[in-house]
Every structure is written in C-alpha cells, then in structure tokens.
C-alpha cells in the first residue's frame, strides 16, 4: 500500500472514529440521569444545562422555557373546548427509572390525543415530585406528564397535578412493579399492557400554554395542557415514586406540599 493509500486509510478512520463519539443530537427527552442533575448548586444543576452539549442549548437560552406557574400570563384558561379528544388504547409498557423520575414507556401503539386538528400518539408518562409548575406560587406534591408526539416530531404534553388525599387508582395498579423497581438495580421493568384511558383527567377545564420539554434538550415549542382539576393521592403512593428514584434526601415526611382544593 503506497504512502498515499496509507494517508487516506488513516484519515477514514480517523472520521468514522469521531462521528461515532458525536452525541447525536435529538429533540426527545434524555431518558436518563448520567450527565445532568437538578443540583441547584451543581455544575451539572438546571443553570447549567444549556452548557453541557450545543444541542441542550434551549435550556439557557430559551425564550419559551417550562415549567412555569399557571397564573403567568402566557396561559389561558381553556373552558370552551369540552373535555380533551383522547383516543387511548391497552399497550405493553416498561417502567424506566430515569434517575430524576419514574416513567411508563408505551412500546406499542397506546392511542393519541387530538389538539386543534393536530394528532399526537402517546409515548409515555413521567411523574415529578414535588410537582413542576405552580399555582400562585405553589408547588403541589405530585405531576404527571403525559407525552406525545406528532408524525413530524411537535410535542404535546398533558399534565395532571395531585394534592396529598385519597389513593390514586391508576398508581394503586403499578404498586407492585414499583415496589419491585425500589428493591432492584435494573433500569427496566416490564410493566405489560397498560391502559393509559386508567389515568384520570375528567375535567373540561384546563389551563393552556406553549412551553418546553422540562428536562434536556429542553425542546420548544411543546404544546401543554395541565387539567385544572388537582387530583389527589396517598402519601405512600407519592413516597414510593420518590423512594423507586432513591430520592428521599429532602421533604420526606412531605409536609412541603401545600393542600389546594
């Protein structure tokens, strides 16, 4: 093989060796915990996500960012709509411990959601405690977001918020699988077929805004919709989403969380 040959050969490699360290880059939410936390003071805290690869760069420099409170003025409180135009359907489903959350991840088709003409298919559901957005100020015990996602790659999450109160009947069918995900190292659990119709929303009121993924890459331009109705679960139901995450450092008796009715 002449020097030239050899050259060329080199330099090939070379390339295919640096594309196959390039992050890909992507406008679906990270689906775990490795390179980015929620540390306030952290280096790798929400200050600094946008920082940690170019394509998180929304997170710092966004102009649409969630979550926000519900009383800010770039919401509108829906009420004419009737209740939302959902066509959901029983999937197999895998419970993911994403390190910052729990989340259900349809690997079938579990149905979709209708907005303004516009056909989202559910992907998942991801609960956050405490909750992400905020009431006049206030911070409720429990979220969840349900999210979907178009054929040409536009969001829309559904979310739903809870107040410490009577069990929540769809979290009471997963106790048992997140009992088994608190006791164990694997990051996936089979959850088999799940219907999301289980997770209640029943309510034709709810608040309306255009946001953001809440974790990186922090995408815009996501379509929200939070039920105003807050819904209520058991403090254990709340405790075992946190303690399945291992995040029981802060508030663990959760007397945080305000009651709003």
Not at 43 to 62: D, K, L, T, V
Not at 151 to 166: K, W
């Amino acid at each position: 093989m002449g020097k030239v040959a050899i050259q060329i050969f080199f330099s090939i490699a070379f390339f295919l060796l640096l594309v196959s360290r390039i992050r890909p880059a992507t406008s679906q939410e990270v689906e775990d915990e490795e390179e980015f936390n929620y540390d306030p003071n952290g280096e790798n805290g929400p200050a600094n996500w946008g920082r940690i690869h170019p394509e998180w760069g929304a997170c710092s420099n966004g102009s649409m960012q969630s979550p926000i409170d519900l009383l800010n003025e770039r919401v509108e409180v829906v009420s004419h709509l009737g209740r939302l135009n959902r066509s959901y359907k029983p999937a197999n489903a895998t419970l993911r411990n994403r390190g910052h959350d729990m989340m259900l991840k349809w690997e079938g088709d579990a149905g979709s959601i209708d907005i303004n003409g516009t056909e989202y298919l559910l992907k998942q559901s991801h609960w956050h405690s405490p909750s992400e957005h905020s009431i006049n100020g206030k911070r409720l015990a429990l979220e969840v977001h349900m999210v979907h996602e178009s054929v040409d790659g536009r969001f829309a999450v559904v979310g739903i918020m809870y107040m410490i109160g009577r069990p929540d009947s769809f979290l009471s069918s997963l106790t048992q699988k997140l009992q088994s995900v608190a006791g164990s190292s694997e990051r996936d659990t089979v959850a088999g077929v799940v219907d999301p119709r289980s997770i209640k929303i029943g309510s034709r009121k709810y608040y309306r805004y255009i946001g953001s993924l809440t974790i990186p890459p922090c995408t815009e331009n996501t379509t929200w919709t939070i039920v105003r109705k807050v819904r209520t679960a058991t403090r254990e139901q709340v405790r075992l989403l946190r303690v399945a995450v291992h995040d029981v450092s802060s508030h663990p008796d959760l007397e945080y969380f305000p009651y709003i009715k």
